[in-house]
């Protein structure tokens, strides 16, 4: 994975390390800046309420009163918590133009944001992201549920 120019992330391991603590498509995700495949992510109807952390290093990304419906395969959220939660970074893999979604802790890939897509949100943008990405650490009054 490229670093991002002119940010240091606060949370740096070897390569080696990253392979032990992350399982092997959790690494592809994070490390290597795969996707995985839409429509199959533990995330993407879940609608417990708590706050989405990154599983690389636990630094808090998405609120779930953020998250919603986009029908595009992936969890989507229409803003990331406040403070710098994440790092946005231009993506041109693929013959296109994308931004892609890192968080500002350690550097891992969470997805893309979209932007001007027309959806029914505060900020017309859907950050999409992978679910394998992402832990979700309910509120203490809240069991998983899915619709």
């Not at 606060?10 to 429509?39: G, H, I, M």
């Given at each position: 994975?490229?670093?991002?120019?002119?940010?240091?992330?606060?949370?740096?391991?070897?390569?080696?390390?990253?392979?032990e603590?992350?399982?092997?498509?959790?690494?592809?995700?994070?490390?290597?800046?795969?996707?995985?495949?839409?429509?199959?992510?533990?995330?993407?109807?879940?609608?417990?309420?708590?706050?989405y952390?990154c599983r690389?290093?636990?630094?808090?990304?998405?609120?779930?009163?953020?998250?919603f419906?986009?029908?595009?395969?992936?969890?989507?959220?229409?803003?990331?918590?406040?403070?710098?939660?994440?790092?946005?970074?231009?993506?041109?893999?693929?013959?296109?133009?994308?931004?892609?979604?890192l968080?500002?802790?350690?550097?891992?890939?969470?997805?893309?944001?979209?932007e001007?897509?027309?959806?029914?949100?505060?900020?017309?943008?859907?950050?999409?992201?992978?679910?394998?990405?992402?832990?979700?650490?309910?509120?203490?009054?809240q069991?998983?549920?899915?619709?």
């Amino acid at each position: 994975m490229e670093p991002v120019t002119g940010v240091t992330p606060k949370v740096v391991k070897s390569d080696a390390q990253w392979r032990e603590q992350l399982a092997p498509e959790e690494y592809a995700v994070l490390r290597q800046a795969a996707t995985e495949r839409p429509y199959t992510g533990e995330y993407e109807h879940t609608t417990t309420t708590g706050v989405y952390e990154c599983r690389g290093c636990g630094a808090e990304l998405f609120r779930s009163d953020t998250k919603f419906e986009s029908h595009c395969g992936w969890p989507s959220f229409y803003t990331p918590l406040a403070g710098g939660s994440v790092l946005l970074k231009e993506d041109r893999s693929l013959g296109m133009k994308r931004v892609e979604v890192l968080c500002a802790s350690c550097h891992s890939h969470l997805g893309h944001v979209f932007e001007g897509e027309g959806y029914d949100t505060p900020t017309d943008q859907r950050y999409c992201i992978n679910s394998v990405s992402l832990h979700l650490a309910p509120d203490d009054d809240q069991a998983t549920s899915s619709t």
